[in-house]
């Protein structure tokens, strides 16, 4: 009679278990929504800014770069969700050369050249902030940039600049610009005719590379144009002694005015 009245009360608490198991939530906060009667989060849905790990951003370019060398930079914020607002700064052996148009609101992109400093380095920092205007957040990200290799070729850029006076022709040009192995220049004073090409006087001067003026006292400024005098500088690299004696142009400049004979005399 015992074991008859245990099976009846087992028998009759059995809907009420089950039916409890099939309303079990298992996670805790899936849980309190369910009692709440609100619908748990989708998982598609993105996470907060908040939530958003801190990895989300990159900046990518080129590392090591050689001096004097300039490259492209990206902040990379696809990954962040909406982007808000972003600066850009350099430090230690490089420059800010521009800012560049990358995806709207996933990308920003920054020109940046290297110093003539071998073995040096420049660090590019981001600033930014993503998300929304009320949940944001803003954090900054840096990329160190190794500057290795020779410093760049130095370059000159010989230039005349002539002059035409009441009295003389004065040419002049930055001694800087002259190649540092130059040893000997000479200009040439080419006189021509512009209505048929004769030439009128085609002579060399020797000059000094490192005065950068030349003074032509034969001629003068005219208010014709029918008389055009070129001025042209060549430096060269002069090495050894005859017979053997090496000469190699190293550069030419040139530059004109119109002008006439002033005085045959000095020339």
């Known amino acids: 009679?015992?074991?008859?009245?245990?099976?009846?009360?087992?028998?009759?608490?059995?809907?009420?278990?089950?039916?409890?198991?099939?309303?079990?939530?298992?996670?805790?906060?899936d849980a309190a929504l369910a009692h709440a009667g609100e619908d748990p989060p989708n998982p598609h849905d993105p996470p907060s800014a908040g939530a958003r790990a801190l990895d989300c951003a990159k900046i990518e370019g080129q590392s090591p770069v050689e001096p004097g060398a300039s490259h492209?930079?990206?902040?990379?914020?696809?990954?962040?969700g909406p982007f808000l607002s972003n600066t850009f700064s350099i430090s230690g052996d490089g420059t800010i050369t521009g800012i560049f148009a990358g995806s709207p609101g996933a990308?920003?992109?920054?020109?940046?050249?290297?110093?003539s400093t071998p073995n040096g380095s420049f660090v590019l920092t981001a600033a930014f902030c993503y998300g929304l205007v009320d949940d944001s957040t803003?954090?900054?990200?840096?990329?160190?940039?190794?500057?290795?290799?020779?410093?760049?070729?130095?370059?000159?850029?010989?230039?005349?600049?002539?002059?035409?006076?009441?009295?003389?022709?004065?040419?002049?040009?930055?001694?800087?610009?002259?190649?540092?192995?130059?040893n000997f220049c000479r200009m040439q004073v080419k006189h021509t005719l512009r209505l048929d090409g004769s030439t009128v006087d085609n002579r060399y001067e020797t000059v000094n590379c490192a005065s950068g003026a030349f003074?032509?006292?034969?001629?003068?400024?005219?208010?014709?144009?029918?008389?055009?005098?070129?001025?042209?500088?060549?430096?060269?690299?002069?090495?050894?002694?005859?017979?053997?004696?090496?000469?190699?142009?190293?550069?030419?400049?040139?530059?004109?005015?119109?002008?006439?004979?002033?005085?045959?005399?000095?020339?």
């Open 1 to 29: 009679m015992r074991f008859f009245t245990l099976f009846v009360a087992l028998l009759l608490a059995a809907p009420l278990v089950s039916g409890c198991a099939d309303g079990l939530v298992t996670d805790g906060a």
């Open 107 to 115: 990308e920003e992109v920054i020109g940046a050249a290297a110093d």
């Open 138 to 182: 803003c954090r900054s990200l840096t990329k160190t940039v190794a500057i290795t290799g020779p410093p760049p070729t130095e370059t000159y850029d010989l230039a005349l600049d002539a002059t035409a006076l009441a009295d003389r022709v004065d040419v002049a040009w930055d001694p800087a610009e002259v190649e540092p192995t130059a």
């Open 72 to 80: 492209k930079y990206m902040l990379d914020l696809s990954a962040c």
């Open 215 to 267: 003074v032509d006292l034969g001629h003068q400024s005219t208010s014709s144009q029918v008389d055009f005098v070129t001025y042209t500088l060549q430096t060269y690299e002069v090495a050894g002694q005859s017979p053997s004696q090496s000469i190699d142009l190293l550069q030419s400049a040139s530059g004109g005015v119109f002008a006439v004979e002033s005085n045959p005399a000095a020339m």
